[in-house]
Each structure stands twice: as structure tokens, then as C-alpha cells.
């Protein structure tokens, strides 16, 4: 009978030994000790006792019991060992290698647009320009009227445009209503000189072509003051074109006509030839367009609060899509509205 005792223990030690992991640890425990539906191999070894002769029972209780009590000490050193075991494999498994390359966070960025629009602000501020802002949503009043174009102005038919419900509420079909906004809000009643460039959207109801869009930017300038003249724009456009593309600033005015300068003009910036990237701005002739302009019209100052035998001033408007596009080689307007990311990633 001891020896069923001894076997048992000498079993029950090899096979808790080699165990590594808690299931297994709970299913020797199981096995010896029972569980709730089953009884333990000790518990078995236990109903012995009564098959045991009287005179030898106190001894295989006792030795009953340093079976069960060694098992029992074993099995909580295997215990902690096997908790050990298992928690040095999990931090084994989420163990972070410190060496490896972090992951790239990808961030957002501006708009190619309004980063070539922030570089134009950022130059004519250099220049003493002011940002201002007028409203995309705009009056037939603002839009032509005050700017010299009277309804059935037969100028009008260069603005092909979006209307409204609202009869005189229009979109904007350019920013320069942004010059009566100005030199009202700004001049005080004509005796202030102001000096503003407006960036905004500007809408157009027209066929959506590779060159135009029927929304698109434009960034409107206007200075006025006591002696301004032609040659001031000059300086300006020179200015702005050699600190945007680089080259020499030279300008060329080539004449045209808007009902609200006088006299009116369309501006081109020499960039030249010598370099590959000039060329392909101008399309080999070394002259880029860049801005419609002119001095503003003696109607329009009036409308604006001054008093055009005392003031004068200039004003463009120019294209910044166009510039972006001369100066990015994009070859498509509605690149820029698309929401392409393959194209919007590359600014
Ligand atoms: N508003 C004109 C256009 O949209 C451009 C322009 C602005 C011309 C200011 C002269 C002066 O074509």
C-alpha cells in the first residue's frame, strides 16, 4: 500500500516538473487534487486507508499526509516559476525594439494654392501691401456698375456670370469690386492713400477647359494716392515678378482695356532665356503675362470717395493659378480643384 503511495508521489513530482505553462499547471492540479466534478488522485489514495490493516494505518496516514503536503509545496514553487515563465514570455512577445525606424506620421499641409497665395501676400507686403478681404457673394452694383459699367454695358460680356435667386446678388466674376470695397471702407472719404492687395475666389459661368476654371483665385491690387503714376505699377509688377520667378524684373505693357482703368494694360515680366526653367515659363519668348492693370479710372476713384483731379492710383489682377501653374509646370487647371492626392502631395 505505501509503495501505491510512493508511486503516486514519485508520478505526480515528474510530471509537475516538467510542466511550463498554467493550463498545464491546472490540469496536475486537477488531476491530484480533483476538481468540482471530478475526484483528485490523492483523494483516491485516501480511500486506501480503509483497505490498510489497523496496526499499519497510523503509518500510512502519516505518510499520506507528507505526500500530500509535499506535492502541495511543490506545486506552489511550480506555481511561481510557471507565472514567471509565462509573464518573460509575454514581455518577450511585446517587446519593442528600440533600434527599429519609427513609423512616418503623415501630416497634413497647405492647399498648393494658398501657399503660392501666402508666398504672393507675403511679397507684396514687403512692398507695403495690406491684405484685405471682400465677399465672394457680391452685387450686380459692386461687381459693374461702380465699376463703370452701367447695366447693358456691352464690356459686361467679358465676365460671363453666375446670378443669384436674389435679382442683383451675384458671384463675384473678378475681385476688383474689392477696389470700391477698399478705397471706401479705407480712405476716409477720399483723404486717405491706401495700398491693399485682395486674394479671393472668383466665379465664372464658362466651359471648364485645361486654361480655365469656372472658379478660380485672383489677387486684386489697388494704391491710391496724390501722385501716383504708370510708373509706379511698373516698379510694382517689376518688383513682384523678380522676387516671385527671380530674372531681372524688366516689364512689358501691352495695351488692352478694362471700363475701369484708363489707360488699361496687361502685364508681361521678362524672365529671359538663359535658363531652362525661363524658357518653359515663356514659352521661349522670355516674356511671362502675368496681371491685367491700368490706372484706376477717374469714375471709379469717385465712386470710391476721391476726388480723381487730386488722386490717383493703380490697380491689377492677377491670376495665381496661372502663376502657379507657369511656375510648377502644371499643364491643367482643374488639377487644382480635383482633390487628387498624387497631385496635391507633390507641393
Ligand atoms: N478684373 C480684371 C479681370 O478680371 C483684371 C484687372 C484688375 C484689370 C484690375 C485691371 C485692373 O480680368
Not at 154 to 175: C, E, K, Q, S
Not at 254 to 263: D, I, K, L, M, Q
Not at 309 to 338: C, K, Q, T, Y
Request: charged share 25%; net charge neutral.
Amino acid at each position: 500500500m505505501l509503495d501505491q503511495l510512493n508511486t503516486l508521489e514519485q508520478e505526480a513530482l515528474a510530471q509537475l516538473s516538467a510542466i511550463t505553462t498554467n493550463d498545464d499547471l491546472v490540469a496536475w492540479q486537477g488531476k491530484y487534487y480533483g476538481t468540482k466534478r471530478s475526484k483528485g488522485a490523492l483523494d483516491e489514495a485516501m480511500t486506501l486507508l480503509g483497505k490498510v490493516s489497523k496496526e499499519d494505518r497510523p503509518a500510512f496516514g502519516k505518510r499520506a499526509n507528507e505526500v500530500k503536503q509535499g506535492l502541495t509545496a511543490a506545486y506552489e514553487v511550480k506555481k511561481g516559476e510557471v507565472s514567471r515563465l509565462e509573464l518573460e514570455a509575454k514581455m518577450r512577445a511585446g517587446a519593442i525594439d528600440v533600434t527599429l525606424p519609427g513609423r512616418p506620421v503623415q501630416r497634413g499641409r497647405l492647399h498648393p494654392s494658398t501657399q503660392n497665395l501666402r508666398n504672393i501676400a507675403k511679397i507684396f507686403a514687403q512692398m507695403g501691401f495690406e491684405v484685405y478681404r471682400s465677399p465672394d457673394v457680391e452685387t450686380d452694383e459692386m461687381n459693374f456698375e461702380l465699376l463703370n459699367m452701367p447695366p447693358e454695358h456691352p464690356a459686361r460680356d467679358m465676365w460671363d456670370t453666375f446670378y443669384t435667386n436674389t435679382p442683383g446678388v451675384i458671384l463675384r466674376t473678378h475681385t476688383s469690386p474689392g477696389q470700391i470695397r477698399s478705397m471706401r471702407e479705407l480712405g476716409g472719404n477720399g483723404t486717405k492713400p491706401i495700398r491693399v492687395i485682395l486674394p479671393g475666389m472668383c466665379y465664372r459661368y464658362e466651359q471648364v477647359t485645361a486654361r480655365s476654371e469656372m472658379q478660380f483665385n485672383q489677387v486684386e491690387g489697388i494704391a491710391i494716392g496724390r501722385n501716383i503714376t504708370l510708373a509706379d505699377l511698373k516698379g510694382v509688377m517689376g518688383e513682384f515678378g523678380r522676387r516671385m520667378f527671380g530674372g531681372d524684373g524688366q516689364i512689358r505693357f501691352r495695351g488692352s482695356y478694362f471700363p475701369f482703368t484708363e489707360p488699361s494694360v496687361e502685364v508681361d515680366v521678362y524672365l529671359g532665356t538663359a535658363t531652362p526653367q525661363a524658357r518653359m515659363l515663356t514659352k521661349g519668348t522670355g516674356w511671362l503675362e502675368i496681371s491685367g492693370a491700368g490706372m484706376v479710372h477717374p469714375t471709379v476713384l469717385e465712386n470710391g470717395g476721391y476726388d480723381p483731379r487730386e488722386w490717383s492710383g493703380f490697380a491689377f489682377g492677377m491670376g495665381p493659378e496661372r502663376v502657379a501653374m507657369r511656375l510648377h509646370n502644371i499643364n491643367d487647371i482643374r488639377n487644382f480643384w480635383a482633390n487628387d492626392l498624387r497631385f496635391l502631395e507633390q507641393f
